[in-house]
């Protein structure tokens, strides 16, 4: 006898499904499917997570950009401010020898005057002042579009 006992019937098809082999054989490529797999994850988070710090540092970069042209935006936005100020406007028209224009007069279509037309206050005029005043012909370099 051999140890084993003798299996009939239904047992006996059984003990023929079950492999009779050595079962190492099978377990290596399982056991190198699961380390690659394993490895091949390791390095696509290492990838995924360069790619990502990579992507804050390009953010941080971006957010001082726009701080630094804010900043910059602001600090315009004050000097023009301050060159936009009646005080300052007006300091700027006085260095220009510019005077404040009194009360206007006006033409009306038919040509008649509304208002007393006068100098501005603080402008010398010479004794014989004149005003010069061009014909449209004059002011053009060349000849008029109807060829005179």
Known sequence: MSGKPELKGRAARLVRLLP????????????????????GGLICL???NSALSEG?????????????????EQALQRDIDAYSAPDA???????????????PAFLDPDGTV??????????????AYTPLVLAPEAMTDGPTPTGR
């Open 56 to 72: 804050a540092f390009k953010l941080d970069d971006l957010q001082r950009g726009t701080k630094n042209l804010t900043d910059e």
């Open 20 to 39: 009779t082999g050595p079962g190492q054989a099978a377990r290596t490529p399982f056991v190198l499917l699961v380390v690659l797999l394993l490895g």
């Open 89 to 103: 406007l007006q300091r700027r028209a006085r260095e220009l020898g510019m005077v404040p224009g009194g009360d």
């Open 46 to 48: 290492l990838v995924l």
């Open 114 to 127: 509304k208002g007393v037309p006068s100098p501005a206050p603080g402008v010398r005029q010479p004794a």
